[in-house]
T-cell receptor
Framework: EPEVTQTPSHQVTQMGQEVILRCVPI?????FYWYRQILGQKVEFLVS????????KSEIFDDQFSVERPDGSNFTLKIRSTKLEDSAMYFC????????????FGPGTRLLVL | AQSVTQPDIHITVSEGASLELRCNYS??????LFWYVQSPGQGLQLLLK??????LVQGIKGFEAEFKRSQSSFNLRKPSVHWSDAAEYFC?????????????FGQGTTLQVKP
């Protein structure tokens, strides 16, 4: 069964450094998402992406965040200058065509900012 | 504002016992409702979803959920729990009026299964 994959599974970085989290959505999917979960808190929506542009972004998704689909398979989340409070599990998800379709989630990248 | 509440952070049940996980939502428009399960080291897997129609929906792994508009609830049930059901369960709501697929999640319920 096709899966969403994410790399790396864990990343440790220093505050102020840039990080890029990578995702490979399911190949025929057209909607892409990033969510995050700070330890002990809810899974929070960050951004949705369709047709090479952001469809919606949350208040969390400020200028320090950006997303990109650099080629036909990858979907990346970049944090330009990480803060301590960016430490979280970041989940990528994708859905087939319509936003109402099931979102398939990757296993997540655990980011630790020191 | 949209929100989802899962009142039980942690639940322990005996194997073979029935299970009900509670979910309440707050959303002004017609919601789409989901239950996801997360096992350690895994991503979120969809158990079931409600968009419209029959308010009792069946999902994978023997789970079902009932949408009760009057109570703003979407509780998840299973008649007989298996040890492999131990995981974290998330209720989520999507906006029918949205075209972006944004999901709002509850805080999750951790299910422990006693032998």
């Amino acid at each position: 069964e096709p899966e969403v994959t994410q790399t790396p599974s864990h990343q440790v970085t220093q505050m102020g450094q840039e990080v890029i989290l990578r995702c490979v959505p399911i190949s025929n999917h057209l909607y892409f998402y990033w969510y995050r979960q700070i330890l002990g808190q809810k899974v929070e929506f960050l951004v949705s992406f369709y047709n090479n542009e952001i469809s919606e972004k949350s208040e969390i998704f400020d200028d320090q965040f950006s997303v990109e689909r650099p080629d036909g398979s990858n979907f990346t989340l970049k944090i330009r200058s990480t803060k301590l409070e960016d430490s979280a599990m970041y989940f990528c998800a994708s859905s087939v065509v319509d936003y109402r379709e099931t979102q398939y989630f990757g296993p997540g990248t655990r980011l630790l900012v020191l | 504002a949209q929100s989802v509440t899962q009142p039980d952070i942690h639940i322990t049940v005996s194997e073979g016992a029935s299970l009900e996980l509670r979910c309440n939502y707050s959303y002004g428009a017609t919601p789409y409702l989901f239950w996801y399960v997360q096992s350690p080291g895994q991503g979120l897997q969809l158990l079931l979803k409600y968009f419209s129609g029959d308010t009792l929906v069946q999902g994978i792994k023997g789970f079902e959920a009932e949408f009760k508009r009057s109570q703003s609830s979407f509780n998840l049930r299973k008649p007989s729990v298996h040890w492999s059901d131990a995981a974290e369960y998330f209720c989520a709501v999507g906006a029918a009026s949205s075209n972006t697929g944004k999901l709002i999640f509850g805080q999750g319920t951790t299910l422990q299964v006693k032998p």
